[in-house]
T-cell receptor, first 114, second 114 residues
C-alpha cells in the first residue's frame, strides 16, 4: 500500500507570495492533518480534515488555510508569505483520529521564503 | 490545551548502551501516547505506542512505560545501534473541540557512537 505522498518536496518563494501544498493520504484513510515543523518549535498542529470538513484547528493566523476533497486528498494554502513561514510542512493521514488509529506521515514539503 | 515536554533535547550514547527519553503531559484525559522516529529528509515514522490502560509495552529492543498518576511516559532503547541515530518525538492524544488532537514533544536528537 502506498504511503502518504506530499508534493512538491521543495519550494522557494518570496515574501508576499502565496503557496499551495498537496497531500495524498494512504488509501482508505479519511483523516488528514497538517503540521509545521521548525527547529525551534518542533511539530505544531495546523489543522485536521475529515470527510471534507475541518474538525480541528491550531493556533495559526488566517493566512494558513486548507481543504480536503472527496477523494480525501488535501491541500493547504499559505497566503502573503512571511520569512517566518519557512519550515517543513508535514501531512499525516489516519483512518480516523477519533479511534485508535495512528498518524502516518509523508516526507514533507520544505518551504523556504526569501 | 495539552502540553507535552520532552527531555533531553540531545542524547549521545555508545553503541550497545541503552537510551532513555522522557516525556510529561498536562492533560490527564490524554489516552494514547505514540513515539515517532524521524530520520534525515524523511517524515516521522511510528515506532511504538501505548494506550492509557497499559503500563508498559515492548517491541524487541524498544519499550515504552507510562505512569498515569505522574503523567509521564518514557521510551527505552536497549542495545543501541548506529541506525538508531535519529530524532525521536513523543506525543499525546487528547480531546480538543470535541475531537482528538495529537500534540508532540519538541524532539530528542539521539546519536549512537560506533
Amino acid at each position: 500500500k502506498a504511503g502518504v505522498t506530499q508534493t512538491p518536496r521543495y519550494l522557494i518563494k518570496t515574501r508576499g507570495q502565496q503557496v499551495t501544498l498537496s497531500c495524498s493520504p494512504i488509501s482508505g484513510h479519511r483523516s488528514v492533518s497538517w503540521y509545521q515543523q521548525t527547529p525551534g518549535q518542533g511539530l505544531q498542529f495546523l489543522f485536521e480534515y475529515f470527510s471534507e470538513t475541518q474538525r480541528n484547528k491550531g493556533n495559526f493566523p488566517g493566512r494558513f488555510s486548507g481543504r480536503q476533497f472527496s477523494n480525501s486528498r488535501s491541500e493547504m494554502n499559505v497566503s502573503t508569505l512571511e520569512l517566518g513561514d519557512s519550515a517543513l510542512y508535514l501531512c499525516a493521514s489516519s483512518l480516523d483520529q477519533g479511534r485508535d488509529s495512528p498518524l502516518h506521515f509523508g516526507n514533507g514539503t520544505r518551504l523556504t521564503v526569501t | 490545551g495539552e502540553n507535552v515536554e520532552q527531555h533531553p533535547s540531545t542524547l549521545s550514547v555508545q553503541e550497545g548502551d541503552s537510551a532513555v527519553i522522557k516525556c510529561t503531559y498536562s492533560d490527564s484525559a490524554s489516552n494514547y501516547f505514540p513515539w515517532y522516529k524521524q530520520e534525515l529528509g524523511k517524515g516521522p515514522q511510528l515506532i511504538i505506542d501505548i494506550r492509557s490502560n497499559v503500563g508498559e509495552k515492548k517491541d524487541q529492543r524498544i519499550a515504552v512505560t507510562l505512569n498515569k498518576t505522574a503523567k509521564h511516559f518514557s521510551l527505552h532503547i536497549t542495545e543501541t545501534q548506529p541506525e538508531d541515530s535519529a530524532v525521536y518525538f513523543c506525543a499525546a492524544r487528547s480531546l480538543s473541540g470535541g475531537y482528538q488532537k495529537v500534540t508532540f514533544g519538541t524532539g530528542t536528537k539521539l546519536q549512537v557512537i560506533p
